[in-house]
């Protein structure tokens, strides 16, 4: 696929989500209960509190902010913000005098993101329109950037962390959640949309995820894994998860190819 019609698909399918039309097309997006997910994948009862429940579509894939070392007053930038799950998490971690900033090309996602932010009284975020290939903030202006599960969605992951060099102050820190690849993927899921959209076709190796990271300019690079809990092995009625079992050579598992990674490094 080219960038645009990417893009398109990409923006579309959120842009369901958003709505409550349908799922991403892994097995979180139409699990009951959003909230067991997120405490599966890292966030404790305490974070969850902070975060209004409508927030949590069971989009991620880690706790980016549980690394970010995120300080009172500090200007924080989500990219891929959602419907501001993690921007209402890390609002509650800057305080009053810090400011979050969420980033999303998907405007259903923008308005339900603010409509969040409005009914549930939380003033010091702010939800902005635009692709994360061409950030809508200033150069230098951020202390931290996040992101849960978005990157693996662009076609041009370079320029993602090229930009991200670009808006982070000096001694700027990144701390992204993400799904990688521990091996190529068979041919039939990459030419899978469904694959896609559902976050594993456009995903990449972790080395050259690294390589990615480092070539933008960040230092002190840390790539860390862990086993990923959206795919199991076991049968269920999800598109992608049954397209990518029935790719998979005798005695293959999901876990052969897909894990979830926690991205640190500083400017």
Do not use: W
């Amino acid at each position: 696929m080219n960038r645009a019609k990417t893009i398109k698909i990409v923006r579309d399918a959120y842009g369901k989500i958003a709505k409550g039309q349908k799922g991403c097309g892994c097995g979180t997006c139409s699990g009951p209960d959003a909230k067991e997910y997120a405490k599966s994948i890292g966030y404790s009862e305490e974070d969850l509190r902070a975060i209004p429940d409508e927030a949590n579509l069971a989009l991620s894939c880690g706790n980016p902010t549980a690394l970010a070392g995120l300080k009172k007053g500090e200007i924080v930038l989500d990219l891929g913000a959602g419907a501001g799950f993690d921007c209402f998490l890390a609002a509650s971690k800057v305080g009053t005098k810090g400011k979050v900033i969420g980033v999303d090309m998907t405007p259903e996602m923008i308005e339900k993101a603010r409509d969040n932010a409005k009914r549930n009284a939380i003033k010091n975020v702010e939800f902005r329109l635009g692709e994360i290939e061409n950030l809508p903030a200033a150069d230098h202006s951020v202390d931290a950037v996040i992101s849960n599960c978005v990157i693996n969605l662009s076609a041009d992951k370079p320029r993602v962390f090229q930009e991200i060099y670009r808006v982070l102050k000096p001694g700027g820190r990144i701390s992204i959640s993400d799904i990688a690849l521990l091996k190529k993927l068979p041919e039939k899921i990459l030419e899978n949309i469904l694959a896609y959209v559902g976050c594993i076709a456009g995903a990449i190796l972790v080395d050259e995820y690294r390589k990615i990271v480092e070539r933008a300019g960040f230092k002190d690079v840390k790539v860390s894994g862990k086993g990923l809990s959206l795919y199991t092995d076991s049968y269920t009625e999800d598109p992608v998860e049954g397209k990518i079992m029935g790719s998979l050579k005798k005695g293959e598992s999901i876990q052969d190819y897909v894990v979830s990674v926690c991205i640190e490094g500083h400017k």
